[in-house]
Nanobody
Framework: QVKLVESGGGSVQAGGSLRLSCAVS????????LGWFRQAPGKEREGVAS????????AFADSVKGRFTISQDNAKNTMYLQMNSLKPEDAAMYYC?????????????????????WGQGTQVTVSS
């Protein structure tokens, strides 16, 4: 059974940093497309970043480009989202997600409809 577990959320002041983790189990981690999404109250879910696990290829939404990075620990089947220079508008529930496809790079646009498995989310708050 596929399970995605996010952790690392918390409350920080603007300009601070957080590192989120997404631990994957019940699922072949290699050659997979994983994603990070966020949803703030009253807003639609937004694609933040994606990772093709085999190549380590990443993509980021324009709103976070240059501030967020992705890394991974393949031995632990874990993806990380390093969030730097956080802004109040970054506050949201952050979710990791996975596609069912194998050996296919992530689409260039990060859309929630392309992802099939979801974690429960981890909350990020940013105070100004």
């Amino acid at each position: 059974q596929v399970k995605l577990v996010e952790s690392g959320g918390g409350s920080v002041q603007a300009g601070g940093s957080l590192r989120l983790s997404c631990a994957v189990s019940g699922y072949q981690y290699s050659t997979r497309c994983l994603g990070w999404f966020r949803q703030a109250p009253g807003k639609e879910r937004e694609g933040v970043a994606s990772l093709y696990t085999d190549a380590g290829a990443t993509a980021f939404a324009d709103s976070v480009k240059g501030r967020f990075t992705i890394s991974q620990d393949n031995a632990k089947n874990t993806m990380y989202l390093q969030m730097n220079s956080l802004k109040p508008e970054d506050a949201a529930m952050y979710y990791c997600a996975a596609r069912t496809t194998i050996g296919i790079w992530c689409p260039p646009v990060i859309l929630d409809t392309d992802f099939d498995y979801w974690g429960q989310g981890t909350q990020v708050t940013v105070s100004s």
